[in-house]
């Protein structure tokens, strides 16, 4: 097991600051992607399930590489990973902007995922590593914090950006802060942390792991075509084996142990998993709304979409803090409720609603999600011992995309099967709206289950 790196080898406040500069560039160019794709599916002639795929390829690409990343950054170090991911990042940037059809745009947003598991399975995991118990949820919450950020300000300048400059600019302004976060990574940053050092990697876990994620997520966003039935039931097989041979293994790259014997643990992910999976779709579905159904631009739907995320900024950063005080189980719930509430309102969204209405629903929302996410992830990393960081925050961040990529694969298929493959029209807007109305319905009952899955976690202990 290598050392502890002492406190001379790096400065926390930068060590937080590069974080904090990676957490909020990524968040904001998949919102910002959201608000362009419009105009990107006008260029490239694709239809809604198509442009579906801009932000699905990226977050199936994250969820089938975070374990493996995670598991690695513990063994080798998470700073490595962090640099090499965020180099990625910013090279696939570089490609996007460079994409002349659909599908090219697709295939770089998938390398940008890649990128993006690797940072995903190590920043969270560094700054727990970094901080002491009593400062981390300070320390999350401001990271947390920062994610949100990027959330609250991609909407609005993202609607600016793709109104004046088109939407490649929105991976041309994020190339600066990648090479930022690589070149003070590189340069600043002596420290590293390896824990797991003296284990050897799990490749046949993780070459069963890959491809039934993989099959799972892709087929479940294809729903209910035969072929996606068929890859349904070939990645949920692939998991109970995966689950199987990892209970076995002496060093597994997930340490399914973690779920049996860690309640804290395995309900706090349970958490994450039913959150994402209830609340990402949003900005995609009020996004086609705003801009097809409401007739707004991509800078005034963006004005709207702001206000999530930007209550989401406000109470991370407050969640967090109180997270190292109270007990993240009750903050957490409470927050998953409040979610609830504004799910039910969204659910009655018709071609007259007020925009006032929607802003309101969206600060319910915003505030909810504020006060579960940093206390919830508090809970994952303070559960678990230090040599498993890495795979805990891998397993977060996987719950977290799973979750995500299930919330867009629900409102694909329900849309898909309100419209089918057709490109939205004046003549299918009441189709539209009424599989709109379908999916926020089953979100808000997701979302209900979900509250009584954190309270079922019971006390976090330090």
């Not at 901080?131 to 990027?150: H, M």
């Not at 966003?221 to 072929?227: A, E, I, M, N, R």
């Not at 991509?298 to 190292?324: C, H, K, N, W, Y």
């Not at 029209?425 to 209900?448: E, K, M």
């Amino acid at each position: 097991m290598k050392s502890e790196p002492t406190k001379k080898s790096y400065s926390r406040t930068l060590l937080l600051l590069i974080i904090l500069l990676n957490s909020f560039t990524n968040p904001f160019l998949g919102a910002a992607v959201n608000i362009a794709l419009p105009q990107i599916g006008d260029e490239f002639s694709m239809n809604a399930v198509s442009l579906s795929w801009v932000a699905m390829s990226f977050l199936l690409s994250s969820a089938v590489f975070l374990v493996p990343f995670g598991k690695i950054a513990d063994i080798t170090g998470r700073k490595r990973i962090f640099l090499y991911g965020n180099g990625i990042i910013t090279l696939s940037s570089l490609l996007c902007i460079f994409s002349t059809s659909g599908t090219m745009l697709i295939a770089f947003r998938a390398l940008q995922g890649l990128g993006s598991a690797m940072t995903f399975g190590t920043g969270i995991a560094i700054i727990t590593s970094a901080f002491p118990a009593n400062e981390r949820g300070r320390a999350i919450g401001i990271s947390v914090t920062a994610v949100y950020l990027g959330l609250s300000v991609a909407p609005f300048l993202g609607g600016i950006l793709t109104q004046t400059y088109g939407w490649r600019s929105l991976f041309l302004v994020t190339i600066p802060a990648g090479l930022t976060v690589v070149l003070l990574t590189w340069f600043a940053i002596r420290a590293e942390w390896a824990e797991a050092g003296n284990e050897p990697f799990d490749y046949k876990g993780s070459l069963i792991y890959m491809p039934a994620i993989l099959m799972l997520m892709y087929g479940f966003s294809k729903l209910p075509d035969p072929t996606a039935i068929v890859l349904t039931a070939c990645g949920v097989a692939g998991v109970i084996l995966f689950i199987r041979l990892e209970l076995r293994a002496p060093y597994p790259v997930l340490d399914i142990r973690l779920f049996k014997g860690n309640k804290v643990f395995a309900y706090s992910n349970l958490a994450a998993l039913i959150n994402y999976a209830a609340t990402f779709a949003i900005t995609f579905l009020l996004s086609l709304y705003l801009q097809y159904i409401k007739g707004l631009s991509p800078r005034e739907a963006g004005i709207v979409l702001v206000t999530q995320p930007l209550l989401m900024t406000v109470f991370a950063s407050v969640s967090g803090r109180m997270s190292d005080r109270y007990d993240p189980r009750i903050l957490s719930s409470a927050g998953m409720g409040i979610i609830v509430a504004g799910l039910v309102l969204l659910a009655c969204l018709d071609e007259k609603t007020s925009l006032l209405f929607i802003v309101v629903s969206l600060a319910i929302l915003g505030s909810g999600f504020g006060l579960f996410s940093s206390p919830n992830t508090n809970a994952v990393m303070s559960a678990v011992d230090r040599r498993f960081l890495g795979v805990a925050s891998a397993t977060i961040g996987t719950m977290r995309l799973t979750g995500q990529m299930m919330s867009m694969g629900i409102a694909t298929l329900i849309i898909h099967v309100f419209i089918g493959k057709d490109a939205i029209t004046p003549a299918n807007h009441d189709l539209f709206l009424s599989g709109v109305t379908t999916v926020f319905i089953l979100f808000s009952v997701l979302c209900f289950g979900g509250v009584f899955a954190s309270l079922a976690r019971g006390r976090v202990s330090r």
